[in-house]
T-cell receptor, first 113, second 111 residues
Framework: DVKVTQSSRYLVKRTGEKVFLECVQD?????MFWYRQDPGLGLRLIYF???????EKGDIPEGYSVSREKKERFSLILESASTNQTSMYLC????????????FGPGTRLTVL | GEDVEQSLFLSVREGDSSVINCTYT??????LYWYKQEPGAGLQLLTY?????DMKQDQRLTVLLNKKDKHLSLRIADTQTGDSAIYFC???????????FGKGTTLSVSS
């Protein structure tokens, strides 16, 4: 069974803190994605990666960075968290062959105070 | 640019059919998708349709695709309270590297 896990379901951080969101998939997928979901805005792509150590900017990369040191793990980093980064963060993965069939993790709801 | 549009809300009674509509701009997408998000959860792939098909049926779900009008719809027959969720329509971007999602339609089912 396809499985994408995220390190936390809920996270509360303070403004200026460095935040790490971790995502792990066990399907040997090449592609991994980070989205944020906000009411009325739907899902917006932050970054994606199609291979280890590779990354591509999505639609809203500002204020974020990513790391893909191993194929199964894709980390989203908020270097200095701000209140406007309070959101639901969703990780997804897909195989190279079925690149547009994505499987999602349960999400991390991040609150920045 | 690429865009996917959906209505934001739909309210139906239990047992009725629900129809969620979506329009998209990029006709090069090989597949078009419907995802479901239950409260507090991530997105779950519900169904998809190959772009050269007009219709796909999967139990209570029927997907209709009108390529000429770039219109996609999801029909849920005999809607149940457990179908209450946000439904997202999605297509692949032109590069085929990522999905473009609509803003989601919140389906509310009353008994």
């Amino acid at each position: 069974d396809v499985k994408v896990t995220q390190s936390s379901r809920y996270l509360v951080k303070r403004t200026g803190e460095k935040v790490f969101l971790e995502c792990v998939q066990d399907m040997d997928h090449e592609n991994m994605f980070w989205y944020r979901q906000d009411p009325g805005l739907g899902l917006r792509l932050i970054y994606f990666s199609y291979d280890v150590k590779m990354k591509e900017k999505g639609d809203i990369p500002e204020g974020y960075s990513v790391s893909r040191e191993k194929k199964e793990r894709f980390s989203l980093i908020l270097e200095s968290a701000s209140t406007n980064q309070t959101s639901m963060y969703l990780c997804a993965s897909s195989s190279l062959e079925g690149a547009d069939t994505q499987y999602f993790g349960p999400g991390t709801r991040l609150t920045v105070l | 640019g690429e865009d996917v549009e959906q209505s934001l809300f739909l309210s139906v009674r239990e047992g009725d059919s629900s129809v969620i509509n979506c329009t998209y701009t990029d006709s090069s997408s090989t597949y078009l998708y419907w995802y479901k998000q239950e409260p507090g959860a991530g997105l779950q792939l519900l169904t998809y349709i190959f772009s050269n098909m007009d219709m796909k049926q999967d139990q209570r779900l029927t997907v209709l695709l009108n390529k000429k009008d770039k219109h996609l719809s999801l029909r849920i027959a005999d809607t149940q309270t457990g179908d209450s969720a946000i439904y997202f329509c999605a297509e692949a971007n032109q590069a085929g590297t990522a999905l473009i999602f609509g803003k989601g339609t919140t389906l509310s089912v009353s008994s």
